[in-house]
């Protein structure tokens, strides 16, 4: 069964200090990767996805993530946070064939200061 | 405007009791996922239907049950309520299974 672990459970940023958050999911296969995002008192939005091809992937408001196979993981990444990026972030996959279910990880919740 | 459309926003429900969520998915989408998200937690996958039929089911009693409607809306139903089943019932539409989901704002239930 695939898995997703974030080990970030809550991280705490001032404005311009450069962002990471760790995603490692269990599946020896092929796999479709998301980060997701849910701002306060808003919807699950979708982020970014890896689906094939370049491993570094560009998602909306300057984020980005690197999927690096060999290490089963799947890392967002933002050089400079601004406060508006306060939010909780979810990792999730889907594997095999992509027609699959995606699992969440139990999200990491961000929080920037001005 | 989340797309997805999901009601009640709100529901209290005692134990034993039924309840029914509904949720209408955004235009153009014909496969409706539904999931659990306790609080602290992230989204638990309940079950995903597509022409009208569930087609992929998570780890959830048979208490939970879905239908889904020829014009791709559908409903989740849950029996027999417990404690344990108060959270956030989320809906997610897509284009296709498989497709990036696009979420509604969820049904908040309270079981007491």
């Known amino acids: 069964a695939q898995s997703v672990s974030q080990h970030n459970h809550h991280v705490i940023l001032s404005e311009a200090a450069s962002l990471e958050l760790g995603c490692n999911y269990s599946?020896?296969?092929?796999?479709?990767l998301f980060w997701y995002v849910q701002y306060p008192g808003q919807h699950l939005q979708l982020l970014l996805k890896?689906?094939?091809?370049?491993?570094l992937v560009k998602g909306i408001k300057g984020f980005e993530a690197e999927f690096i196979k060999s290490k089963f993981s799947f890392n967002l990444r933002k050089p400079s946070v601004q406060w508006s990026d306060t939010a909780e972030y979810f990792c999730?996959?889907?594997?095999?064939?992509?027609?699959?279910?995606?699992?969440f990880g139990s999200g990491t919740r961000l929080q920037v200061q001005p | 405007d989340a797309g997805v459309t999901q009601s009640p926003t709100h529901l209290i429900k005692t134990r034993g009791q039924q309840v029914t969520l509904r949720c209408s998915p955004k235009?153009?989408?014909?496969?409706v996922s539904w999931y659990q998200q306790a609080l602290g937690q992230g989204p638990q996958f309940i079950f995903q239907y597509y022409e009208e039929e569930e087609r992929q089911r998570g780890n959830f009693p048979d208490r939970f049950s879905g239908h889904q409607f020829p014009n791709y809306s559908s409903e989740l139903n849950v029996n027999a309520l417990l404690l344990g089943d108060s959270a956030l019932y989320l809906c997610?539409?897509?284009?296709?299974?498989?497709?990036?989901?696009?979420f509604g704002n969820g049904t908040r239930l309270t079981v007491t």
């Open positions: 997610a539409s897509s284009l296709a299974p498989g497709r990036p989901l696009h």
């Open positions: 599946y020896g296969g092929t796999v479709n």
């Open positions: 890896y689906f094939s091809g370049d491993p």
């Open positions: 235009s153009g989408h014909d496969t």
């Open positions: 999730a996959v889907n594997a095999g064939t992509g027609r699959r279910a995606l699992t």
